[in-house]
């Protein structure tokens, strides 16, 4: 059964980055949802807010009865191993027909400690007998903004070598979740990345320029096993992967405008 059906679609991480765009697509489709949240919220046409918190476990088994699709999106610094895997109980034991999750490009080959609990989640999803559609997406330009914006507050930006990205527009990732929710259960679909790969100094200049501001790079080398990875652009899409279009420049000239009269110059 499709999520098409007159049952109601739940989303966790429904009211993030990601689900601000998700939840609107889902309705747009006529589709009756019901949003897992921690705080309380007031219901909506076609949207019922109901409390949870996936971590504890608390309000998960009733969140998910009579859901045939779920959508699965809230994510935070650390637990989210342990809200997958309450969420997959609850799911199988409810007979849920197809959930959607998305996972990080990079949780099966980078060396540190988020990946590593991104990919037990993962696995969670992947083996709890629940039919399943993930998808392994790119660092959302908010992010990348959200980052850049940090570390240009700094006299000197540290500019660590060898660290690329190919940021995604959360806007093409919530379409393509639409897409697979509105589907059948499909497996492990193909990465979604940006349409280009950065460095992480190409990525900072190119706020500043926006910005209007100039501040000076550090080169510096991140050392260890992670440092070897990110050089080795194991954070990376594989060949195979689906491109979105929006790309890192287009994102910065809708959000990020510099002050009237500001020249916009490169930084050095």
């Known amino acids: ?46 949207i019922t807010y109901v409390r949870g918190d996936l971590v504890t476990g608390e309000g998960v088994a009733e969140a998910v009865r009579g859901v045939r699709t779920v959508v699965h999106l809230a994510g935070g610094p650390k637990g989210d191993d342990t809200a997958a895997r309450n969420l997959t109980a609850a799911a199988a034991e409810a007979d849920v027909e197809h959930l959607v999750y998305v996972s990080v490009i990079g949780v099966d080959t980078m060396p540190l400690a988020w990946f590593r609990t991104l990919r037990r989640a993962e696995e969670a999803v992947t083996t709890s007998g629940v039919p399943y559609s993930v998808l392994r997406a790119a660092q959302f330009h908010d992010l990348v903004l959200k980052t850049a914006a940090a570390m240009t507050r700094l006299p000197v930006v540290p500019a660590p070598g060898g660290l690329r990205f190919e940021p ?6 919530a379409a393509r979740l639409v897409e697979l929710a509105l589907g059948a259960p499909a497996g492990r679909v193909p990465d979604l990345a940006g349409p280009r790969v950065y460095d992480l100094a190409e990525l900072v200049r190119g706020y500043l320029a926006a910005t209007g501001r100039r501040r000076p790079l550090l080169p510096v080398r991140v050392p260890g096993k992670a440092g070897r990875a990110y050089r080795a652009g194991d954070n990376l899409a594989l060949d195979g992967a689906e ?24 930084s050095a």
């Open 1 to 46: 059964m499709s999520a098409t059906s007159s049952a109601p679609v739940l989303v966790t991480g429904g009211t993030g980055t990601l689900g601000s765009h998700v939840v609107p697509l889902l309705r747009a489709h006529g589709l009756t949802l019901r949003v897992l949240s921690r705080t309380p919220r007031t219901d909506t046409e076609g």
């Open 168 to 173: 995604v527009d959360a806007r093409e990732v």
């Open 243 to 266: 491109r979105a279009r929006r790309s890192w420049e287009e994102f910065l000239a809708e959000r990020v405008a510099a002050p009237a009269g500001s020249p916009v110059r490169p």
